[in-house]
Each structure stands twice: as C-alpha cells, then as structure tokens.
C-alpha cells in the first residue's frame, strides 16, 4: 500500500499569510494526487486533483504542486473561511490512501 | 445540486452485522461510481470500497476485504454497504462519497454524505 505523509501535522497562522502543505508518498505516484478540506463536524470537500487542478469553487490563492513523491498545497494570503484540516489522497493504486491531514488553525 | 444521505449506523457487538445505505438524489445516479469512505479521530480518513457505475466492479480496502460487501441499486439510486464480522476497529463514521468521473471511476470524491456513525462495543 502506498502510504502519504503529510506535514506539517499542524500549523497556525494569521489572516494573509502564505501557508504550503507537504504530502510524501512512499513511492512515486506521478500526479496522481487529490486534496480535499474538511471543516469540524462537516464531511471533506475535494479541492484539487490531479495534484494541480483547483475544483470550481475553489478560490485561485489554493494551488497544488509537484509530482512523484512530493507534492504540496500552498494557500496564498490564508482567508478566516481556509481554517480547516486538509488531506492529501493518492489514486496511482490500490488501495486508495488518504494522508493523515494538516490542521491550519488561526495564530 | 446533488445530495446523498446516510444511514443505518448504529452500536453493534463484535462479530454482528450491520448494513448501511446512502440515498442520492439531484444527479445521475446509475452514471457514476460511488465510495464508502470512514473516518476516526485516531486513525484518520480510510477508503473502504467502491463499486463502478453499473455495479459490475468492486475494490475493497485490505482492511475490510472478506468481510464488507459494497452494491447498488440504480433503480433505487440507494448505494449499500453490508458489514459482516465486525470488529472494534470498524469503530467509524461511514461517508458514502460520489466518485469525479463521469461512467469511469476517476477515484476523487467530489460529493459526500453527512456521514453516519457505526460503533462496535460488547
């Protein structure tokens, strides 16, 4: 099974700051990398796929980068509505595997 | 707007058998493939099966693989998920979850279930 580490596990930051989430894969998984949002008591929303391709709802200060084995979501000039846990998911093979999230909390 | 709705949680003992369902509505049901996806505050977010759009494939998680059966009915546009043999560490919430692509599973979840809540305990 592929396993995804995210990092860091958390991360507070203030209203406008440039915030860059990492996911590492145990082997390469090309760009075959989803994220999504979660938010306290909420089921997750996809954000990106294919490592790169912002969802329609999602403003353009979310971007997703890299191939292989690692990959990261950057949030440029973090917004009060962007709080929230992110997780990376990889669907190179089965299994399917979800990393273990990143909370962004306000600093 | 889609919608999908869970439900048949509950508390079961280890060993019993529980089955849970998602009602979808407000998209093509028999056009895309759906997931059964859980989450626990301990070990994080775990895919446990999909099935294709027309019910003729299956995958399963390692985990769960023997012992869960994932099916649908497109008439019914209802999505299941049987549960045998369940053991404490099925201990989840249970999302069903709308996979991205269009009559070939793309294995993103671009839609998702409030969620309901499955505890085994003796």
């Known amino acids: 099974d592929i396993q995804l580490t995210q990092s860091p596990s958390s991360l507070s930051a203030s209203v406008g700051d440039r915030v860059t989430i990492t996911c590492r894969a145990s082997q390469s998984i090309s760009t075959y990398l989803n994220w999504y949002q979660q938010k306290p008591g909420k089921a997750p929303k996809l954000l990106i796929t294919?490592?790169?391709r912002l969802q329609s709802w999602v403003p353009s200060r979310f971007s997703g980068s890299g191939s292989g084995t690692d990959l990261t979501l950057t949030i440029s000039n973090v917004q009060p509505e962007d709080f929230a846990t992110y997780f990376c998911q990889q669907r190179f093979s089965f299994p399917l595997t979800f990393g273990g999230g990143t909370t962004v909390d306000i600093k | 707007q889609g919608h999908l709705v869970e439900s048949g949680g509950g508390v079961v003992q280890p060993g019993r058998s529980l089955r849970l369902s998602c009602a979808a509505s407000?998209?093509?049901?028999?056009?895309?493939?759906m997931h059964w996806v859980r989450q626990t505050p301990g070990k994080g977010l775990e895919w446990v099966a999909d099935i294709s759009y027309d019910g003729r494939s299956e995958d399963y998680g390692d985990s769960v693989k023997g012992r869960f059966t994932i099916s649908r009915d497109n008439s019914e546009n209802t999505l299941y998920l049987q549960m045998n043999s369940l053991r404490l560490e099925d201990t989840a919430v249970y999302f069903c979850?709308?996979?991205?692509?269009?009559?070939?599973?793309?294995?993103?979840?671009?839609?998702w279930g409030q969620g309901t809540m499955v505890i085994v305990s003796s």
């Open positions: 294919g490592a790169s």
């Open positions: 407000g998209f093509s049901f028999n056009m895309y493939g």
């Open positions: 979850a709308k996979d991205w692509g269009l009559m070939e599973n793309q294995d993103a979840f671009d839609m």
